[in-house]
Protein backbone atom coordinates (compact mmCIF):
# COMPACT_ATOMS: atom_id res chain seq x y z
CA UNK A 1 0.00 0.00 0.00
CA UNK A 2 1.12 3.55 -0.37
CA UNK A 3 -0.19 6.81 0.49
CA UNK A 4 0.09 10.35 -1.26
CA UNK A 5 -0.98 13.84 -0.05
CA UNK A 6 -1.15 17.23 -2.47
CA UNK A 7 -1.68 20.24 -1.99
CA UNK A 8 -2.67 23.43 -4.70
CA UNK A 9 -4.01 26.75 -4.54
CA UNK A 10 -5.21 29.19 -7.19
CA UNK A 11 -5.89 32.84 -7.25
CA UNK A 12 -9.30 34.82 -8.06
CA UNK A 13 -9.39 36.48 -10.88
CA UNK A 14 -11.89 37.61 -13.96
CA UNK A 15 -15.10 34.96 -14.31
CA UNK A 16 -18.25 34.06 -13.15
CA UNK A 17 -17.54 30.28 -11.78
CA UNK A 18 -14.76 28.22 -10.31
CA UNK A 19 -14.64 24.65 -11.29
CA UNK A 20 -13.85 22.29 -8.54
CA UNK A 21 -13.76 18.51 -8.65
CA UNK A 22 -14.79 18.62 -12.04
CA UNK A 23 -17.86 20.82 -11.04
CA UNK A 24 -18.92 24.13 -12.43
CA UNK A 25 -19.97 26.44 -9.48
CA UNK A 26 -21.28 29.73 -10.17
CA UNK A 27 -19.24 32.58 -8.73
CA UNK A 28 -18.74 36.41 -8.72
CA UNK A 29 -15.19 35.63 -10.04
CA UNK A 30 -13.16 32.73 -11.71
CA UNK A 31 -9.68 31.21 -11.06
CA UNK A 32 -6.29 32.19 -12.67
CA UNK A 33 -4.92 29.45 -13.55
CA UNK A 34 -3.15 27.54 -16.65
CA UNK A 35 -5.63 24.78 -16.90
CA UNK A 36 -9.13 25.25 -15.97
CA UNK A 37 -7.96 25.84 -12.46
CA UNK A 38 -9.31 23.13 -10.36
CA UNK A 39 -7.37 22.78 -7.33
CA UNK A 40 -9.31 20.06 -5.59
CA UNK A 41 -8.30 18.01 -9.18
CA UNK A 42 -4.41 19.10 -9.16
CA UNK A 43 -4.42 18.37 -5.35
CA UNK A 44 -5.21 14.73 -6.12
CA UNK A 45 -3.03 14.54 -8.88
CA UNK A 46 -0.48 15.48 -6.47
CA UNK A 47 -1.54 12.90 -4.09
CA UNK A 48 -2.03 9.98 -6.60
CA UNK A 49 1.29 10.67 -8.06
CA UNK A 50 3.31 11.70 -4.75
CA UNK A 51 2.25 8.00 -3.70
CA UNK A 52 4.33 6.13 -6.01
CA UNK A 53 7.03 8.72 -6.40
CA UNK A 54 6.15 9.82 -9.86
CA UNK A 55 6.96 13.41 -8.81
CA UNK A 56 3.45 16.30 -9.51
CA UNK A 57 1.60 17.64 -11.97
CA UNK A 58 3.70 20.21 -13.15
CA UNK A 59 6.17 17.31 -13.95
CA UNK A 60 3.73 15.58 -16.31
CA UNK A 61 1.62 18.51 -17.44
CA UNK A 62 3.91 21.49 -17.31
CA UNK A 63 2.31 25.40 -17.13
CA UNK A 64 4.49 26.09 -20.07
CA UNK A 65 3.25 23.44 -22.23
CA UNK A 66 0.56 24.89 -24.39
CA UNK A 67 -1.22 21.55 -24.75
CA UNK A 68 -2.73 21.95 -21.05
CA UNK A 69 -3.43 25.79 -21.70
CA UNK A 70 -7.73 26.05 -20.63
CA UNK A 71 -7.60 22.03 -20.49
CA UNK A 72 -10.36 20.04 -18.24
CA UNK A 73 -8.47 19.13 -15.20
CA UNK A 74 -10.33 15.67 -15.31
CA UNK A 75 -8.93 14.68 -18.38
CA UNK A 76 -5.32 14.91 -16.02
CA UNK A 77 -6.86 13.11 -13.60
CA UNK A 78 -7.95 10.31 -15.97
CA UNK A 79 -4.14 10.47 -17.25
CA UNK A 80 -2.92 10.38 -13.95
CA UNK A 81 -5.15 6.95 -12.93
CA UNK A 82 -4.21 5.29 -15.95
CA UNK A 83 -0.37 5.75 -15.14
CA UNK A 84 -1.17 4.12 -11.87
CA UNK A 85 -3.06 1.64 -13.63
CA UNK A 86 -0.09 0.53 -15.73
CA UNK A 87 2.35 0.38 -12.76
CA UNK A 88 -0.53 -1.95 -10.75
CA UNK A 89 -2.19 0.31 -8.53
CA UNK A 90 -5.22 1.19 -7.46
CA UNK A 91 -7.12 4.17 -5.65
CA UNK A 92 -8.29 2.36 -2.78
CA UNK A 93 -9.73 5.93 -0.90
CA UNK A 94 -9.63 9.59 -1.15
CA UNK A 95 -9.84 12.27 1.48
CA UNK A 96 -9.93 15.87 0.65
CA UNK A 97 -10.51 19.69 1.40
CA UNK A 98 -11.24 22.72 -0.09
CA UNK A 99 -10.65 25.70 2.20
CA UNK A 100 -12.25 28.83 1.03
CA UNK A 101 -15.05 31.34 2.12
CA UNK A 102 -17.43 31.69 -1.00
CA UNK A 103 -18.69 30.22 -3.35
CA UNK A 104 -20.45 28.00 -0.74
CA UNK A 105 -19.81 24.52 -1.61
CA UNK A 106 -22.07 22.00 0.14
CA UNK A 107 -24.21 21.63 -2.66
CA UNK A 108 -22.04 20.86 -5.30
CA UNK A 109 -20.39 18.13 -2.60
CA UNK A 110 -21.83 15.07 -3.69
CA UNK A 111 -21.49 16.14 -7.48
CA UNK A 112 -18.10 16.70 -6.85
CA UNK A 113 -17.77 13.44 -5.28
CA UNK A 114 -19.77 11.67 -8.15
CA UNK A 115 -17.30 13.23 -11.12
CA UNK A 116 -14.12 12.45 -8.94
CA UNK A 117 -14.95 8.18 -8.37
CA UNK A 118 -15.91 8.34 -12.31
CA UNK A 119 -12.60 9.35 -13.28
CA UNK A 120 -10.88 7.53 -10.48
CA UNK A 121 -13.29 4.20 -11.49
CA UNK A 122 -14.06 3.98 -7.98
CA UNK A 123 -17.41 4.03 -6.43
CA UNK A 124 -18.42 7.58 -4.71
CA UNK A 125 -17.94 6.34 -1.35
CA UNK A 126 -14.22 5.88 -1.12
CA UNK A 127 -14.57 9.35 -2.14
CA UNK A 128 -14.47 12.31 0.24
CA UNK A 129 -14.94 15.72 -0.20
CA UNK A 130 -15.27 18.11 2.63
CA UNK A 131 -15.32 21.91 2.25
CA UNK A 132 -14.04 24.65 5.27
CA UNK A 133 -13.71 28.04 5.82
CA UNK A 134 -10.35 29.73 7.42
CA UNK A 135 -12.22 32.10 9.47
CA UNK A 136 -11.47 34.56 7.56
CA UNK A 137 -7.85 34.13 8.27
CA UNK A 138 -5.07 34.13 5.64
CA UNK A 139 -5.41 34.63 1.46
CA UNK A 140 -8.47 32.29 1.42
CA UNK A 141 -10.23 34.17 4.36
CA UNK A 142 -9.59 37.33 2.86
CA UNK A 143 -11.30 35.93 -0.47
CA UNK A 144 -8.20 36.21 -2.71
CA UNK A 145 -8.23 32.40 -3.63
CA UNK A 146 -8.89 29.00 -3.06
CA UNK A 147 -6.97 25.83 -1.68
CA UNK A 148 -7.41 22.09 -1.70
CA UNK A 149 -5.78 19.29 -0.02
CA UNK A 150 -5.90 15.57 -0.54
CA UNK A 151 -5.02 12.28 0.80
CA UNK A 152 -4.86 9.07 -0.99
CA UNK A 153 -4.47 5.55 -0.27
CA UNK A 154 -3.28 3.30 -2.94
CA UNK A 155 -3.10 -0.72 -3.15
CA UNK A 156 -1.25 -3.00 -5.14
CA UNK A 157 -3.96 -4.70 -8.37
CA UNK A 158 -3.44 -8.58 -7.63
CA UNK A 159 0.02 -9.67 -7.84
CA UNK A 160 0.99 -6.94 -10.39
CA UNK A 161 4.85 -5.76 -9.95
Same mark, same amino acid.
Given at each position: ???????? *? $???????????????????????? $???????? $? /?????? @???? &????????? !???? !????????? #???? %???? +??????????? *????????? !??? @? !? $?????? &??? %? /?? +?? *?? %???????????????????? #???? &?? %?? *????????? &?
Amino acid at each position: MRIGTGFD *V $HAFGEGDSVILGGVRIPHMRGLIA $HSDGDVLI $H /ALCDAL @LGAL &ALGDIGKHF !PPGD !PRWKGVDSR #ELLR %AVVA +MLCERGWRVVN *VDSVVMCER !PKL @L !P $HIEAMR &ACL %A /AD +MA *VS %ADVVSVKATTTEKLGFTGRE #EGIA &AQ %AV *VLLERIGSA &A
